[in-house]
T-cell receptor, first 115, second 114 residues
């Protein structure tokens, strides 16, 4: 079974621009979560989507948004990029049962560099 | 709120030596705990998880972890380190406010010396 895929793998943008990242979950998984990883803040939860609806949200500004499509694929968008948005963005998928012990499977990430 | 503390941002061991990576959690209710590994330029791979079925949890690649409620710990061990174990390791707990939200520790970078 194919794993979680993320595109693109690398991105370079300039301040003020916007960016869209894509995530395709494991087949059959209905929940997609997004995390930001930086050297200073570590791994932080952005949001989770399930059945095209945002189910959970982390403490990030409104510039960070996402959506999920009917085939469970998800995109996240960052508008008005800032230097501090440079990070590895990780997507994780799971079945979406809501069980706390449910395993999340991570993709390879998209590395975003903002200049 | 749940939280995780990993003691030691950097651990270095010799090949063949015991690996011990420390994780302490804070939770007002019985937690669900996870260890993930991240190799350079890759995403996170699940090593093992604790779901209250057994306190000693065996994972992939020879790793295991023991849940100790009295010490609020979930340390990761491997009896004999291999060069391929060099990576960053993350301990995480499920945030009960959101089922698919993991709260991660800051990570421990494991270096293996030949």
């Amino acid at each position: 079974k194919a794993g979680v895929t993320q595109t693109p793998r690398y991105l370079i943008k300039t301040r003020g621009q916007q960016v869209t990242l894509s995530c395709s979950p494991i087949s059959g998984h209905r929940s997609v979560s997004w995390y930001q990883q930086t050297p200073g803040q570590g791994l932080q939860f952005l949001f989770e989507y399930f059945s095209e609806t945002q189910r959970n949200k982390g403490n990030f500004p409104g510039r960070f948004s996402g959506r999920q499509f009917s085939n469970s694929r998800s995109e996240m968008n960052v508008s008005t990029l800032e230097l501090g948005d440079s990070a590895l963005y990780l997507c994780a998928s799971s079945l979406g049962s809501g069980a706390l012990q449910e395993t999340q499977y991570f993709g390879p990430g998209t590395r975003l560099l903002v200049l | 709120a749940q939280s995780v503390t990993q003691l030691g941002s950097h651990v270095s061991v010799s090949e063949g030596a015991l690996v011990l990576l420390r994780c302490n959690y804070s939770s007002s209710v019985p937690p669900y705990l996870f260890w993930y590994v991240q190799y350079p330029n890759q995403g996170l791979q699940l090593l093992l998880k604790y779901t209250s079925a057994a306190t000693l949890v065996k994972g992939i690649n020879g790793f295991e972890a023991e849940f100790k409620k009295s010490e609020t710990s979930f340390h990761l061990t491997k009896p004999s380190a291999h060069m391929s174990d060099a990576a960053e390791y993350f301990c995480a707990v499920s945030d009960r406010r959101g089922a698919q939200k993991l709260v991660f520790g800051q990570g421990t970078r494991l270096t293996i010396n030949p």
